[in-house]
Antibody, heavy 120, light 111 residues
């Protein structure tokens, strides 16, 4: 059974870059073009916001509200995909989840989430 | 502000039937499937329904869904105390080169 796990710093200073990695275990990053490896975040006490996704081919799709600051990448050798969010502010403080999305738009499975706080 | 509109809260007593609504537009719910997720405090969301009304394995048939036009509904029958959680609807939105949109979530309280 595929399992996802986020990792990275829990504290980032304002104006710096937030960098997180999601490791896929119990399986691998699928070459199926219908699978999208995604990032979703949830600000404290608020709802879910889709950040973007990347396919095995390296093709990406981003939330327009974050597009100018976000980049996703793959590391197939280590079965990982990563998120970089630059020029962060306190508004980027959130729990960041990685998840696999399929052709039916199902996010499953999800990682457990990692809280990232933006503060000096 | 979320693209999909959900009521912030819902409640019911054990055994009751509760309906949670999700309203969108022609570019999302009106032209794509709806998914529902259940989230307990401190945990990641869990897929509850996909393709409007399909349950993944392990999800009890007390949970059902429907869609009509640009709105969708999650129905929980035979409400149990363990159903107390946040529920989110989601859909693909074909505007803006294609994005995933979520509702703001509905907090379900079992009285």
């Amino acid at each position: 059974q595929v399992h996802l796990q986020e990792s990275g710093p829990g504290l980032v200073k304002p104006s710096e870059t937030l960098s997180l990695t999601c490791t896929v275990s119990g399986g691998y990053i699928s070459p199926d073009y219908r699978d999208y490896y995604s990032w979703i975040r949830q600000a404290p006490g608020l709802g879910l916001q889709w950040i973007g996704c990347i396919q095995f081919s390296g093709s990406t799709n981003y939330n327009p509200s974050l597009k100018s600051r976000v980049s996703l990448s793959l590391d197939l050798a280590n079965n990982q995909f990563s998120l970089n969010l630059k020029s962060v502010t306190a508004a980027d403080t959130a729990i960041y989840f990685c998840a696999r999305r399929d052709y039916d738009n199902r996010f499953d499975p999800w990682g457990q989430g990692i809280l990232v706080t933006v503060s000096s | 502000q979320s693209v999909l509109t959900q009521p912030p809260s819902a409640s019911g007593t054990p055994g009751q039937r509760v309906i949670i609504s999700c309203s969108g537009s022609t570019s999302n719910i009106g032209s794509n499937y709806v998914q529902w997720y259940q989230q307990f405090p401190g945990a990641a969301p869990k897929l509850l329904l996909f393709r409007n009304n399909q349950r993944p394995s392990g999800i009890p048939d007390r949970f059902s869904g429907s869609k009509s036009g640009t709105s969708a509904s999650l129905v929980i029958s035979g409400l149990r105390s363990e159903d107390e959680a946040d529920y989110y609807c989601a859909a693909w939105d074909r505007s803006q080169s294609g994005i995933v949109v979520f509702g703001a979530g509905t907090k379900l309280t079992v009285l």
